[in-house]
């Protein structure tokens, strides 16, 4: 089963992803801040991280760049109501995602970055 962490610190928009996610058949535990996500890196050892760019504590840029410091087999995606930046890459992500409450877009793209790994 594979593994995704959630950052965000809203605990509405937290609910609505772990339950939809965890739908999907994915092994969820979520974070409401940049601490929480590199503490939780190295416990849940997740697959995908899934975050917010604009975390209370740290941007999710810089938090993106330490996970994939550290762990350069996990997969970053940004959700997040900012624009999408040109070069996700040097930012330590491999997709974003225009936040909504229709999630589709979400699972589609965390499907697309574990192509060979079944929920």
């Known amino acids: 089963m594979s593994r995704i962490l959630f950052a965000d610190s809203e605990p ?5 992803c772990l339950e939809e996610l965890q739908e999907e058949g994915y092994e969820v535990e979520v974070a409401g801040n940049g601490a929480g996500v590199v503490r939780l890196v190295d416990s849940f050892k997740p697959d995908v991280v899934i975050m917010e760019v604009l975390l209370p504590d740290m941007s999710g840029v810089e938090t993106g760049r330490m996970v994939k410091g550290t762990k350069k ?6 959700y997040s109501h900012c624009l999408p930046p040109q070069d ?32």
């Open 73 to 78: 087999d996990i997969r970053v995606i940004f």
């Open 12 to 16: 509405h928009i937290q609910r609505l």
């Open 88 to 119: 996700l890459t040097s930012l330590g992500a491999d997709a974003f995602v225009v936040k909504s409450h229709d999630l589709q877009r979400l699972k589609e793209a965390v499907r697309r970055l574990l192509p060979s790994q079944a929920a």
